[in-house]
């Protein structure tokens, strides 16, 4: 009896250690660099160990897949041969089983093996190892390390036939495991829904990987909107126009504003202010920097740091001035709009106690969605034209005039004020209830 019971619990204790080997490899395989690396810099020596053995996975693996062969084969030897001829032995006593005790007994034990050795050697381990990945793996790293110098003729053998094998069919084990954008706005996503990752870590995450994609057409300013100083205007002509702006530089233009000459800005206008001289702006103004429209907004950046610029002017093909990016512009296009007070205080879209919008024509097509619901950017947009008024020009093919309407995205817009030729202010109304007012 005490014979069985010490063949039971050494079956138990291999199956256990098989479980160790699926569990530490599960999660060595799922552990995320990024964290290891950042547990082994704060003095975690199993991390630390852990981040070595994913770097040589064909030596992990040898090692692994060694010990749960020599785990599998005593595990089956003991249980098929010795177990279950003790077991034949008290059923031979059974009328009914006869002389097919052996058999039986035999598929009885090696069927509880095989339970046994799936729940406690392969899936509850693994299951482990998948809900604590890095733990584990750190833990387990140093005695994995020390099997692996135990069994090193073994391991060696194993690792070296792995790499002929893979080598033979042209797989390049060189190629590092990189994370894809894909893979990362996915975890993004993933923390959003756990908890770990707030809204706003969420946007700037992906404003990150969205901002190598912007041109600076995408993010500047657009020329209606730019407020433009003439070189030969003074201080007290102009300077108006420069509070009640937003702006921080302004372009200086000399006869008409497409003969662009130079940029001005407020605090060297205030700095002559304070220092009782005259303000002249030909005389403060800097050399524009200009860049052309498809140029990359991440390039753009580095331009800035390396030429101590905060502005830009955006130029045609055709060599025109169509708009302005300063540095806020590229932040905001990371971490999204950041209004001052001035511009809250103004503001460009507006909803009305009936639930319509008052919207200004200059209000960029692709932010619309933001605010009306179920309106979905159109075709073209951001591209063919950026704001409410462009898209009325797009689908009018004319200029635009007070009165015009039309209908997108189950919405319905109509122009109720223009200044001059501009769109001024748009009206934006659900399609249902334009629809029951008529009604």
Known sequence: MSSLIFEISLIL?????????????????SSRRGLLQAMAENGNQGAAR????????????STVQIGITLVGILAGAFGGASISQQLAEVMGGIAIVGNFAPQIAFVIVIGILTYLSLILGELVPKRLAMRYPETIASAMAQPMAWLSRAAGPAVSALSHSTSVLLKLMRVDESESNKMSREEF?????????SGSTDTAEKRMMEGVFGFEKLDVYDIMIPR?????????????????????????????????????????????????????????????????????????????????????????????EFGSVIGMVTVIDLMEAIVGDIPSKEERLVQTI???????????GLFEIEKLSGHLEGFTPCSGAGSEYQTLAGLFSQRLARVPLEGDSMDESGWHFEIVDMDGMRVDKVLAMPLLVQEMKKE
């Open 13 to 29: 204790a291999l199956l256990l250690a098989n479980g160790v080997f699926a569990m530490t490899e599960i999660a060595i395989v």
């Open 50 to 61: 852990a981040l070595e053995l994913a770097e040589e996975p064909n030596r992990f693996l």
């Open 185 to 193: 706005t996915v975890l993004v996503r993933e923390g959003m829904v």
């Open 224 to 316: 209606p909107k730019m407020v433009w100083l003439d070189q030969d205007a003074s201080h007290d002509e102009s300077w108006h126009l420069i509070i009640r702006s937003t702006q921080t530089h302004f372009p200086v233009y000399k006869g008409q504003r497409d003969n662009l000459v130079g940029v001005v800005s407020v605090k060297d206008c205030y700095a002559h202010l304070a220092a009782g001289e005259k303000v002249i702006f030909r005389h403060i103004m800097q050399a524009p920097l200009l860049v052309p429209e498809i140029q990359k907004a991440s390039v753009l950046l580095e331009t800035f740091r390396s030429t101590g610029n905060h502005v830009a002017f955006v130029i045609s």
């Open 350 to 360: 507006q909803q009305r106690g009936d639930g319509s919008w008052l919207i200004d």
